[in-house]
T-cell receptor, first 113, second 113 residues
Framework: GQSLEQPSEVTAVEGAIVQINCTYQ??????LSWYQQHDGGAPTFLSY????GLEETGRFSSFLSRSDSYGYLLLQELQMKDSASYFC??????????????FGKGTKLSVKP | KAGVTQTPRYLIKTRGQQVTLSCSPI?????VSWYQQTPGQGLQFLFE???????NKGNFPGRFSGRQFSNSRSEMNVSTLELGDSALYLC????????????FGPGTRLLVL
């Protein structure tokens, strides 16, 4: 089956750097996505890695190692508004023509002043 | 461009009742996916519709059903509600099926008493 593991909670201070890891087990693999969800809000797409390496988008970067079935989201220069839950997701290729997204349980990031 | 809209935003039902939730995707998007979000299970895929056809279905009982109309709007129905159906129901749209970037609506929070 498909499964994704990520830490349940992470705490960091404003201005710091934090890394949220995600390991996955899938029967097939297209790529790894990351979503952000603030309390009471809708998940919003952050990034997608299909190839190994680091993808940078402003203060956020995402990394993928296909050989290790591992990825991470790196948040730099943390701001209070970054306090949210972060989900990694992969596409389930076990059934269906295109597969549906499988999400990790989410990592709740708390940024302290 | 308007985002994904969901109605109603909040709903209280009692066990045994049925409920219909509505989702209007971003204009031009033809794929609509539904997810159930609970604190214990996280984000779980319910089903995806594309061009009025169900493309994928998650591991949920037959009480959960959906449909998509020719204008891409989608509805999901839950019959014979159970206490465990209390959750945030999110829909997400994308231009076509299989897209990694999903645009989520604000969700419908359902409470079953």
């Amino acid at each position: 089956g498909q499964s994704l593991e990520q830490p349940s909670e992470v705490t960091a201070v404003e201005g710091a750097i934090v890394q949220i890891n995600c390991t996955y087990q899938t029967s097939g693999f297209y790529g790894l996505s990351w979503y952000q969800q603030h309390d009471g809000g809708a998940p919003t797409f952050l990034s997608y890695n299909a190839l190994d390496g680091l993808e940078e988008t402003g203060r956020f970067s995402s990394f993928l190692s296909r050989s290790d079935s591992y990825g991470y989201l790196l948040l730099q220069e943390l701001q209070m508004k970054d306090s949210a839950s972060y989900f990694c997701a992969v596409r389930d290729l076990g059934g269906g023509s295109q597969g549906n997204l499988i999400f990790g349980k989410g990592t709740k990031l708390s940024v302290k002043p | 461009k308007a985002g994904v809209t969901q109605t109603p935003r909040y709903l209280i039902k009692t066990r045994g009742q049925q409920v219909t939730l509505s989702c209007s995707p971003i204009s031009g998007h033809r794929s609509v996916s539904w997810y159930q979000q609970t604190p214990g299970q996280g984000l779980q895929f319910l089903f995806e519709y594309f061009s009025e056809t169900q493309r994928n279905k998650g591991n949920f009982p037959g009480r959960f059903s959906g449909r998509q109309f020719s204008n891409s709007r989608s509805e999901m129905n839950v019959s014979t509600l159970e206490l465990g159906d209390s959750a945030l129901y999110l829909c997400a749209s994308s231009p076509v099926t299989g897209e990694e970037t999903q645009y989520f609506g604000p969700g419908t929070r359902l409470l079953v008493l």
